[in-house]
């Protein structure tokens, strides 16, 4: 009932020609599974959005922004509104970003003004959520995913919500290497699920597409989609390589 959705989060990497290499060789090996058979999207750096957006262009590969701000314009520099990624061919953003809040210190409230305006500038947004080391350690998992999910979604009305896809990232695994097991994913993602089914109702619950991220890759890929409550995978490494990512991709379907 849920497509597959794959994404492939780039981070701070790849240059002007590495960019559009890698965006083709993703094309070209997922050609026949990109869109029919499972979501996919690459989400490079804004510098080269438009580049990768042309290089792809009938590939059925979607492309996002790595972050958004949520003033539409005006005297903030370095920002780029939602109308900006939509301008250069950008369908998704990703929003709240472990990265975004721990390293550039991004608040909650933040993190949903950021989903309010995507969604405002007809972009899909993808709602990161996650605990830290410490805060899994002392059982703080649901309560620190459960903010980020009220606090990301705050205002948000049904109708608006399905447009919203929400990534998974526990903080502790994300570029470490040190996945999640399959049931550590499954046990949190069903913890949203049911949040979501009490935010909002069952069916939007059902419907919405809940993506597991850190240290994703070829080799675990299978198993991870193997949980009832695993949609699709936030890929950052690994989605570095067109081989492995494209692996990931077969492993989703
Ligand atoms: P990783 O990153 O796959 O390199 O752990 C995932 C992410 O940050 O989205």
């Given at each position: 009932?849920?497509?597959?959705?794959?994404?492939?989060?780039?981070?701070?990497?790849?240059?002007?020609?590495?960019?559009?290499?890698l965006?083709?060789?993703?094309?070209?090996?997922?050609?026949?599974?990109?869109?029919?058979?499972?979501?996919?999207?690459?989400?490079?750096?804004?510098?080269?959005?438009?580049?990768?957006?042309?290089?792809?262009?009938?590939?059925?590969?979607?492309?996002?922004?790595?972050?958004?701000?949520f003033?539409?314009?005006?005297?903030?520099t370095?920002?780029?509104?939602?109308?900006?990624?939509?301008?250069?061919?950008?369908?998704?953003?990703?929003?709240?970003?472990?990265?975004?809040?721990?390293v550039?210190?991004e608040?909650?409230?933040?993190?949903?003004?950021?989903?309010?305006?995507?969604?405002?500038?007809?972009?899909?947004?993808?709602?990161?959520?996650?605990?830290?080391?410490?805060?899994?350690?002392?059982?703080?998992t649901?309560?620190?995913?459960?903010?980020?999910?009220?606090?990301?979604?705050a205002?948000?009305?049904a109708?608006?919500?399905?447009?919203?896809?929400?990534?998974?990232?526990?903080?502790?695994?994300?570029?470490?290497g040190?996945?999640?097991?399959?049931?550590?994913?499954?046990?949190v993602?069903?913890?949203?699920?049911?949040?979501?089914?009490?935010?909002?109702?069952?069916?939007?619950a059902?419907?919405?597409?809940?993506?597991?991220?850190?240290?994703?890759?070829?080799?675990?890929?299978?198993?991870?989609?193997?949980?009832?409550?695993?949609?699709?995978?936030?890929?950052?490494?690994?989605?570095?390589?067109a081989?492995?990512?494209?692996?990931?991709?077969?492993?989703?379907v």
């Open positions: 009932m849920r497509k597959p959705f794959v994404a492939g989060n780039w981070k701070e990497n790849t240059d002007s020609r590495s960019s559009v290499e965006a083709k060789a993703v094309a070209t090996g997922s050609a026949g599974l990109a869109k029919e058979k499972v979501t996919v999207a690459v989400i490079p750096p804004f510098v080269y959005l438009q580049s990768v957006v042309q290089a792809i262009r009938s590939s059925g590969i979607a492309v996002g922004g790595q972050d958004v701000y003033e539409p314009k005006g005297a903030f370095g920002e780029i509104s939602p109308a900006m990624l939509k301008d250069v061919g950008c369908n998704y953003v990703l929003c709240g970003h472990s990265e975004r809040r721990h550039l210190c608040s909650d409230e933040m993190v949903g003004k950021k989903v309010t305006a995507a969604l405002s500038g007809g972009l899909m947004p993808i709602l990161c959520v996650g605990e830290l080391l410490d805060e899994r350690d002392g059982g703080r649901e309560q620190v995913v459960a903010r980020h999910m009220k606090t990301g979604l205002g948000l009305s109708d608006k919500m399905s447009a919203v896809t929400i990534a998974y990232e526990p903080v502790w695994a994300i570029g470490t040190r996945t999640a097991t399959p049931q550590q994913a499954q046990e993602h069903g913890f949203i699920r049911k949040l979501l089914a009490e935010m909002y109702n069952a069916k939007l059902q419907e919405t597409q809940i993506l597991y991220g850190g240290s994703v890759k070829a080799d675990n890929a299978k198993e991870l989609m193997a949980q009832e409550d695993v949609d699709g995978l936030l890929v950052g490494g690994a989605s570095l390589k081989d492995e990512f494209v692996r990931i991709i077969q492993a989703a």
